[in-house]
T-cell receptor, first 116, second 112 residues
Framework: ETGVTQTPRHLVMGMTNKKSLKCEQH?????MYWYKQSAKKPLELMFV???????ENNSVPSRFSPECPNSSHLFLHLHTLQPEDSALYLC???????????????FGPGTRLTVL | DQQVKQNSPSLSVQEGRISILNCDYT??????FLWYKKYPAEGPTFLIS?????DKNEDGRFTVFLNKSAKHLSLHIVPSQPGDSAVYFC???????????FGSGTQLTVLP
């Protein structure tokens, strides 16, 4: 596998289910991200992990719970979601320079989530 | 309130002609601007970027222009090819916030 992979690619779940999205990056990067893309809306940053520590949490509801066990893996645990949470969930990774600044983010193909 | 706006949801261009995609922003703290391209069932892929200290960056058929006074950037693709048909996202990075802010995207269709 190369780049950033995400599983599953499609997920349908009921509002009472618990499920998890998985992301894996094979690029040796030190930062990983979860984004949400709803129809006709911009990508919204949900979580940022740098060196396995969460550094940003953009006021995401607690029914979304991220986990980053190591620099290559990122999970998004889902619990009691609402129909409006149906969206494309994208994972990305980057190699953040220690002094700050920007480095390109590489995206996975996304998980298309439908909440019934 | 969207800090990065792409006001044209779609654009159609004839093959061989120039495609111009536009983006406006409101936050003067952005220090990098980027364009990503997205095909269906794939994640966005990086296309080209520009630092806020420059006004132009060129890479092959792709050129990005930045007008800081107008808080406007544009992506020019010339000549356009059918394989360029995709959704193009404008994004801006603020080093202080360490996050990318995306526009809502423009669907480009290049007609053969």
């Amino acid at each position: 596998e190369t780049g950033v992979t995400q599983t599953p690619r499609h997920l349908v779940m009921g509002m009472t289910n618990k499920k998890s999205l998985k992301c894996e990056q094979h690029l040796g990067h030190n930062a990983m991200y979860w984004y949400k893309q709803s129809a006709k809306k911009p990508l919204e940053l949900m979580f940022v992990y740098s060196l396995e520590e969460r550094v940003e949490n953009n006021s995401v509801p607690s029914r979304f719970s991220p986990e980053c066990p190591n620099s290559s893996h990122l999970f998004l645990h889902l619990h009691t979601l609402q129909p409006e949470d149906s969206a494309l969930y994208l994972c990305a990774s980057s190699q953040d320079p220690p002094s700050g600044g920007y480095n390109e983010q590489f995206f996975g193909p996304g998980t298309r989530l439908t909440v019934l | 309130d969207q800090q990065v706006k792409q006001n044209s949801p779609s654009l159609s261009v004839q093959e061989g002609r120039i495609s111009i995609l536009n983006c406006d922003y409101t936050n003067s703290m952005f220090d990098y601007f980027l364009w990503y391209k997205k095909y269906p069932a794939e994640g966005p892929t990086f296309l080209i970027s520009i630092s806020s200290i420059k006004d132009k960056n060129e890479d092959g058929r792709f050129t990005v222009f930045l007008n800081k006074s107008a808080k406007h950037l544009s992506l020019h693709i010339v000549p356009s090819q059918p394989g360029d048909s995709a959704v193009y996202f404008c994004a801006a990075f603020a080093g202080s916030a360490r996050q990318l802010t995306f526009g809502s995207g423009t669907q480009l269709t290049v007609l053969p």
